[in-house]
């Protein structure tokens, strides 16, 4: 709707006669009296809510119009998505909340920082100020019953004059998101409006129900915003939880949408962090309490505690719950998706309009809650926070990040858990004190020396519960059934040099708001023969991309030399003055200036050891060209990796099914990020991808893709693979056991062995089959590798690490290609997994690079930007990307 004719709406009902406003009681809130004065959703949009999908500038118009006119709610814009569209944030309370907004800002953030604090004061804020609440709908596009809840309570605590309304907004400051993805909701509504017919269509196979790839769950580079709101990877998550630590609220609600014709609320299944205190379980109790008694009212059907987990901290549960508050998943039974009526299996019709009246039941529900529960849910939100800061009093004191040579990874950790709202202090010179683990990659116990520069986080602070979650090397886990990940320490996915330590060292180590501030330049001015650049991380790798991209002659030492009394190791970068522009040394300067690393100078081609500067084994670098199949499985993430994450990359995305017509001689580097390309490149594709990477192209593959790269005739690579191919994590949250399976039972009756087994002794229950598959299941962790720190993929990194690995494919031992990286002999670092599992994994290798020709076929057995969460696993891409096409 234009802006003109928002407004002739408004003044058409601001001029219309009391009598023909007067809005009936509506029937999703029995009881509920309205200001007349306040359009209805159905009033502004022309369409009754339930019966049609609003788009995201008419939800915008239709909040911005209700904030113009009632003094209960403001509205503002805390960012924009990738699409350029609005992320909305109301404010909605009574008028005397509002005069007094920055002070029960103020209020909530004492509560969660009581540290010098009078009791008095504490207790004066709990009897006295309103308490916060967050309500977020719509983070997956296409679970589209969200948003139109959220329409429809903006109008009934915006019009409500009914005393229920009348006492939330007394009691609390409601803070509501509306539409958390809008990218991904409007591309829903988009497929829906082209297929729709005139009279929706409860057929479950009818067109309308259709939409095209990617659909609307993700955002805009496919990302899943609900499995990113600790790792804060995408633009949408990091504006929101910028405003959200901004007010501390006491309860948070995420509405999604799940099959079946139930609903599911909160308290949540097992298994629960252990790191979230008593106090969390005992509100997820009183909450599913009070939503209970409002579905009870009307006699809908409702669980809880089976399916949905609150473990892996970056869900819009988990998150805010380690920040708090009491974060909840709410599922609305019926199938989400495309559907304004849609028939069930049983034949029974399931509506948008039931689905929506379903979440707008249980904000009310959640709201009333906190309003009639506002002064115990304060002060257990307080005690919340008084246990944070007594877990400085556990075995685990503190965590120091080491950041080494090239700080790239520790300051982007340090970074992140700034964002968290975590505080981190840097050392201010070396000090020494007790370690405790080393997160299975460095030595455990006894007292460590470390540097100016190390960052300490404290156990015992305010964040603490997020500290303990984000951080901990391997937590106790009580149930071997996950949702999502069951490991994900936070340094082992930086690849970064870190140890718990059980004691708080005596150092000057002042709070940071953000990373210092890196430097870098020439040791010298004068290089007769050019400057050595000593591969030491991400950011020596980035300085050659610049002058690759500066179309500069870069050669990278395949073998260690020693020059000018130095040993320099393989991977050292190389920029000679021959055949490179007059100002070299200025070009020099500024880029390693700009990337913080240093540039040695070399007086001459001869060496003291090693080859000559002039040898064949220097290899010359080419500018990476880069293709990237478009539109597969993990595509969002090297697509958000080149433009994003690091956007000094010439690349072009390519629709997958265009792959097998297009000339590749026009790139060096081609990506497949996951998917079967066998269909899409047919066999004359198949054979000019063959040809191009023989004629020396670089073919990057993961997951499923790298499956393809070395399933048998197709002529790729020699390599093999092992293991099934989706996995054994659950994609939704929704789940059941993982099907039986279970090895056969003992002896059989009659057989040898001295006898028959009695059958009640040989057989397996359906509870006992349940139980050892949940046991076999691999739900994903973090797993240790050894790498060739010799090979030009493995260069700049260490010999030992961690990476994210979810699925079962692995690759055997090969004898033609390089095995890069191969799992350590005890792999699992952080997280579950079977005995069996880890056995056989220590056999296998994760990373292979096989020479094709003039060209290579670099293949990972898991996606390496797998939800971009894993810092240290980029270089392996960068690596490939920049220096696959010299190698």
């Known amino acids: 709707m234009k802006r003109f004719a928002i407004l002739s709406v408004t003044l058409l009902l601001l001029s219309a ?136 309570t903006v109008y009934q605590l915006a019009a409500g004059t009914d005393e229920a309304t009348r006492l939330i907004l007394d009691e609390l400051v409601v803070l509501l998101d509306p539409l958390l993805n809008p990218d991904g909701r409007d591309r829903f509504v988009h497929d829906f409006r082209v297929r729709r017919s005139l009279t929706p269509n409860a057929d479950p196979n009818t067109w309308e129900r259709s939409g095209s790839l990617p659909g609307g769950r993700t955002n805009h580079y496919y990302f899943d915003l609900n499995r990113d709101w600790a790792w804060q990877t995408q633009i949408e998550t990091r504006q929101r939880l910028e405003e959200y630590l901004k007010w501390n609220p006491v309860v948070h609600v995420d509405f999604h949408e799940m099959g079946g014709d139930s609903y599911f609320f909160f308290p949540a299944a097992t298994p629960v962090h252990d790191a979230m205190p008593d106090v969390v ?360 990796f080149l433009e994003q994450h690091y956007p000094w990359f010439a690349f072009t995305n390519i629709d997958a099914d265009r792959l097998g017509r297009v000339d590749l001689d026009d790139y060096n580097v081609l990506v497949l990020p996951g998917g079967s390309y066998a269909g899409s490149l047919g066999e004359s594709g198949l054979d000019a991808l063959r040809s191009w990477v023989q004629g020396g192209g670089t073919l990057i593959a993961w997951d499923s893709a790298a499956r393809f790269a070395s399933r048998e005739g197709s002529g790729l690579t020699s390599v093999s693979t092992a293991g099934g191919g989706a996995g054994t994590s659950r994609g939704d949250r929704m789940g059941g056991t993982g099907g039986e399976g279970a090895p056969a039972a003992g002896g059989r009756p009659g057989g040898s062995g001295g006898g028959a087994e009695l059958a009640v002794d040989a057989r397996r229950t359906l509870a006992e089959r349940q139980a050892e598959s949940r046991l076999r299941r691999t739900p994903g962790g973090v797993y240790g590798i050894v790498l060739d720190t010799d090979h030009w993929l493995a260069f700049g990194m260490p010999e030992t690490m961690g990476i994210v690995r979810r699925g079962r494919t692995s690759f055997a031992i090969t004898e033609r290609g390089v095995n890069v990286a191969v799992f350590s002999p005890e792999p699992l670092l952080c997280g579950y997994a079977p005995p069996d599992y880890t056995a056989e994994l220590a056999t296998r290798s994760w990373l292979i690079v096989e020479n094709v020709g003039r060209g290579n076929a670099v293949l990972f057995a898991d996606d390496p930007l797998f939800r971009m969460m894993a810092e240290g696993g980029h270089q392996f891409v960068l690596n490939a990307l920049i220096l696959g096409p010299g190698f």
């Open 17 to 152: 006669p009391v009598a023909a406003q007067q809005v009936p009681a509506v029937e999703w809130f029995p009881g509920g009296t309205y200001d007349p004065a306040i359009p209805t959703p159905a009033e502004f949009l022309g369409y009754r809510i339930g019966t049609d999908y609003t788009w995201h500038h008419d939800l915008q118009a239709y909040v911005e119009t209700v904030a113009g006119l009632s003094d209960r709610v403001t509205i503002s814009s805390y960012g924009r998505t990738n699409e350029g569209r609005d992320l909305l944030l109301l404010t909605i309370t009574s008028p005397a909340n509002h005069a007094r907004l920055d002070e029960i800002r103020a209020n909530m953030g004492t509560l969660a920082d009581p540290r010098g604090v009078p009791r008095a004061r504490l207790e004066s804020i709990i009897a006295g100020s309103p308490a916060v609440a967050w309500l977020s709908y719509n983070v997956h596009g296409s679970e589209s019953a969200g948003t139109e809840a959220a329409l429809l």
């Open 281 to 640: 379980m005992k509100w997820q109790e009183i909450y599913g309490e009070g939503n209970a008694a409002a579905f009870d009212a009307y006699g809908w059907p409702y669980y809880t505690r089976i399916g949905f987990d609150m473990y892996y901290p970056a869900y819009g549960d988990s998150w805010p719950s380690m920040m708090g508050a009491i974060g909840m998943t709410y599922e609305q039974g019926g199938g989400g998706g495309v559907a304004i009526v849609r028939r069930q299996d049983d034949g029974t019709v399931h509506s948008l309009s039931q689905r929506t009246h379903g979440h707008f039941t249980t904000s009310m529900a959640t709201l009333t809650t906190t309003a009639t529960k506002r002064s115990e849910r304060l002060a257990d939100f307080l005690a919340f926070f008084q246990h944070a800061l007594s877990l400085g009093e556990k075995e685990t004191r503190a965590y120091a990040l080491v950041p080494g040579t090239d700080p790239w990874n520790a300051d982007r950790l340090a970074h992140l858990l700034i964002r968290n709202g975590i505080e981190v202090a840097l050392a201010g010179e070396s000090f020494r004190a007790r370690t405790g683990s080393g997160y299975g990659l460095y030595p455990a116990g006894g007292n460590r020396e470390f540097g100016a520069g190390t960052y300490l986080i404290a156990a015992g602070q305010p964040k603490g519960v997020a500290v303990q979650m984000l951080l901990e090397p391997n937590p106790t886990l009580e149930d071997t059934s996950f949702y999502d990940l069951s490991g994900w320490a936070l340094p082992l996915l930086y690849n970064v040099e870190a140890y718990t330590l059980t004691e708080m060292p005596g150092v000057e180590a002042p709070l940071i708001d953000a990373p210092p501030a890196r430097s870098g330049g020439m040791e010298g001015s004068e290089a007769g023969w050019g400057w050595a650049i000593p591969y030491e991380g991400t950011s020596a790798l980035l300085a050659i991309l610049d002058l690759l991209n500066r179309d500069l002659r870069v050669f990278a030492a395949n073998e260690s030399f020693t020059s000018g009394g130095r040993t320099w190791g393989p991977g050292t970068f190389l920029v000679p003055h021959f055949r490179n522009p007059d100002d070299l040394d200025r070009i020099v300067a500024g880029v390693v200036n700009d990337r913080a690393v240093t540039a040695w100078p070399i007086a001459t081609g001869l060496v003291e050891e090693g080859d000559d500067l002039g040898a064949g084994s220097y290899r010359l670098l080419e500018k990476p060209r880069i293709a990237v199949a478009a539109g597969g499985g993990g595509f969002g993430e090297i697509w958000h």
